[in-house]
């Protein structure tokens, strides 16, 4: 497996200049994505009778993961400059374009999207289930209306 990110490196800011990262106290299974789910994710790119080496998944979970919190460092200091807390999708996008990523932007922006379409669905569908009958019943009768 990958070894631990030593102080400095991989976490934190990437412009951290070696303060020790906050990552370094995380245990491996932490700082990584599923082995098992980069490795679907890889198999998908070759032929059904295709192998991909052990080696080549860590490194791959190993890239993957410091490219996610790169980017999510970036986001994280534009919270802090902007004093919220929390990173939101855009956020996020405004720090691929920050560090040169741009051809990942507007796929991300049909993802985050659909996304955000589809939460919306979902929290409406939890509301409808917890409303009244006779109140679905005259929401029902505008919705025809319309």
């Not at 412009?15 to 370094?24: F, L, N, R, T, V």
Request: glycine share 8%.
């Amino acid at each position: 497996m990958a070894e631990p990110a030593s102080p400095g490196g991989g976490g934190g800011s990437h412009e951290s200049g070696g303060d020790p990262s906050p990552q370094s106290n995380l245990r491996e299974q932490d700082r990584y994505l599923p082995i098992a789910n980069i490795g679907r994710i890889m198999k998908k790119a070759l032929p059904a009778n295709g192998k991909i080496a052990k080696d080549s998944k860590d490194t791959v979970q190993e890239c993957v993961s410091e490219f996610i919190s790169f980017i999510t460092s970036e986001a994280s200091d534009k919270c802090q400059k902007e004093k919220r807390k929390t990173i939101n999708g855009d956020d996020l996008l405004s720090a691929l374009a920050t560090l040169g990523f741009e051809d990942y932007i507007e796929p991300l922006k049909v993802y985050l999207t659909r996304y955000r379409e589809v939460a919306w669905v979902n929290q409406w569908c939890c509301r409808w289930r917890e409303m009244p009958r006779d109140l679905q019943g005259l929401v029902m009768h505008l919705l025809e209306k319309m």
